[in-house]
Nanobody
Framework: QVQLVESGGGSVQAGGSLRLSCAVS?????MGWFRQAPGAPPEEREG??????????VYADSVEGRFTISKDTDKNVLYLQMDSLKPDDTALYSC????????????????WGQGTQVTVSS
């Protein structure tokens, strides 16, 4: 079973940046970042950014051009660089691991971290 532990969340003003990290026990073919908006149930998590074993990436339209997903295979860490943050980016961010289909549908990811909170103020 894949173990995932997120860090790097916090509070930032609109226009600012944060970098999230996810320590993973091992990589699976599909790794991703998802977010759960305040008050939303887990089943409404939104796929933010996905990276596959060839480092090809997929982004949600809402973050394209502002967020960057990457991985350090030597350190077993998955990153999400978030720039030009907006209040709408406020959410609980979780990393996830899967192997079936590398897209932003959370149903394809059986392994999840506990999440790290990101709050963006206007």
């Amino acid at each position: 079973q894949v173990q995932l532990v997120e860090s790097g969340g916090g509070s930032v003003q609109a226009g600012g940046s944060l970098r999230l990290s996810c320590a993973v026990s091992y990589y699976t073919p599909c790794m991703g970042w998802f977010r759960q908006a305040p008050g939303a149930p887990p089943e409404e998590r939104e796929g933010v950014a996905i990276i596959d074993s060839l480092s090809r990436t997929v982004y949600a339209d809402s973050v394209e051009g502002r967020f960057t997903i990457s991985k350090d295979t030597d350190k077993n860490v998955l990153y999400l660089q978030m720039d030009s943050l907006k209040p709408d980016d406020t959410a609980l961010y979780s990393c996830a691991a899967g192997s079936a289909v590398c897209n932003t549908n959370p149903n394809y990811y059986p392994y999840w971290g506990q999440g790290t909170q990101v709050t963006v103020s206007s």
